[in-house]
């Protein structure tokens, strides 16, 4: 059974820094398109960052310049390093494994970033 395993999200105060992990096991990780996805309270879950296979890499425009997706196949983790955090980044983090021509896609269960004073 596929896992993808989020860790490293907890309370930070507004400007500081979280990293982000997403452990992947029993797939083909260097195959798969790599997400960050966010969901806050009442709205939709929307893309944080991908990337791809071969390493590259989109944003959403609201974390330009303050987030960087990483990924290191061979440990089949991606991570997700987050600076100069704001409130309205706080959401449930979750981790994505795409893979487009197979047609399979998975989700991890979800870390809890807060950004608060």
């Known amino acids: 059974q596929v896992q993808l395993v989020e860790s490293g999200g907890g309370l930070v105060q507004p400007g500081g820094s979280l990293r982000l992990s997403c452990a992947a096991s029993?797939?083909?990780?260097?195959?798969?398109?790599m997400g960050w996805y966010r969901q806050a309270p009442g709205k939709q879950r929307e893309l944080v960052a991908v990337i791809g296979s071969g390493g590259i890499t989109n944003y959403a425009d609201s974390v330009k310049g303050r987030f960087t997706i990483s990924r290191d196949n061979a440990k089949n983790t991606v991570y997700l390093q987050m600076n100069s955090l704001r409130r309205e980044d706080t959401a449930v983090y979750y981790c994505?494994?795409?893979?487009?021509?197979?047609?399979?896609?998975?989700w991890g269960q979800g870390t809890q970033v807060t950004v608060s004073s």
């Open positions: 029993r797939i083909v990780f260097s195959i798969y398109d």
């Open positions: 994505n494994a795409h893979a487009l021509r197979l047609g399979f896609d998975y």
